[in-house]
């Protein structure tokens, strides 16, 4: 009999790696971030961006398989409002999942999302906090709501939100479509299918509304699933009695102090030699 050791193996032997997720997303939009970041820019009601099949088939499809064998002791749920959402963001039995997580949380797709999204200096969350797997059944909703902007884990302000959805075959007439609500909470301005592949991001704005406040009216064996990233920007500031400074290799025994000397900076390529 297989165990859910051997089972973790075989998957691992053929899941789609970090830099092959990346190699897609790059390759596929190569030399397009001028019209993408122009796209997200002058979306309504606010910054948003929605793009088709941004990560692999295959990937999405191991993605929906992962979220269903996740034991359930990893997942809560989310009932505020009288929405009702279930969420993962323990990965420990979920190893497609980490090599998403270490491809959307790389530096070069951080440096990739800066462009798209204009904002610089961005941070992943490690902890993931109201991040990871999302799923949802038949006659499930999410309120209409604006997103929490502050993560006390890392100390850091809320930038950009992005997801991505999982589901194969999902049609239209079962709901489940996120919606971006007006700033005055009364009108619904544009929506997305929880279509498999896509993706969704936006900058976080403390009158941005959203949810999927439709129940969803899926067949029984069918649900709404994708994974959440959220990511930061700081306003920390430095202390200015300790101004930032490099590594000091050099002490000065007069004044009692390490120091830096600008013209040895100490780094170069192996090329260069």
Not at 9 to 29: A, N, V
Not at 44 to 69: G, N, W
Not at 114 to 132: E, M, R, T
Not at 159 to 176: M, R, V
């Amino acid at each position: 009999m297989e165990t859910l050791g051997q089972k973790h193996l075989d998957r691992e032997r053929r899941m789609i790696r970090d830099t092959e997720i990346l190699e897609y997303i790059f390759s596929k939009y190569k030399d397009k971030e001028r019209d993408l970041n122009e796209q997200y820019r002058y979306t309504p009601p606010y910054p948003t961006l929605a793009l088709d099949d941004f990560i692999p088939e295959q990937l999405s499809k191991d993605l929906y398989e992962e979220s269903k064998t996740i034991p359930k002791e990893y997942w809560t749920a989310f009932t505020r409002a009288n929405s009702y959402m279930e969420e993962c963001k323990d990965l420990t039995e979920a190893p497609v999942a980490r090599q998403l997580v270490s491809a959307f949380h790389s530096r070069e797709f951080m440096q990739w999302l800066s462009k798209i999204a204009d904002v610089q200096h961005l941070l992943p969350d490690p902890y993931l906090v109201g991040a990871g797997y999302m799923k949802s059944f038949k006659g499930d909703s999410l309120k209409i709501h604006t997103d929490f902007n502050w993560n006390e884990e890392c100390q850091t302000h809320r930038a950009l939100s992005l997801i991505l959805y999982f589901t194969p075959d999902w049609k239209p007439e079962w709901h489940g479509d996120l919606q971006f609500w007006d700033f005055e909470k009364k009108r619904k301005v544009v929506s997305y299918p929880p279509k498999m592949g896509n993706m969704v991001l936006w900058k976080y704005h403390k009158r941005g509304f959203h949810g999927h406040p439709n129940p969803i009216d899926c067949p029984e064996d069918k649900f709404r699933v994708g994974f959440r990233f959220f990511y930061y920007i700081s306003d920390s500031k430095h202390d200015w009695r300790d101004p930032p400074h490099k590594s000091l290799y050099w002490y000065d025994k007069e004044k009692n102090q390490p120091y830096h000397i600008d013209a040895e900076y100490g780094h170069k390529k192996l090329k260069d030699n």
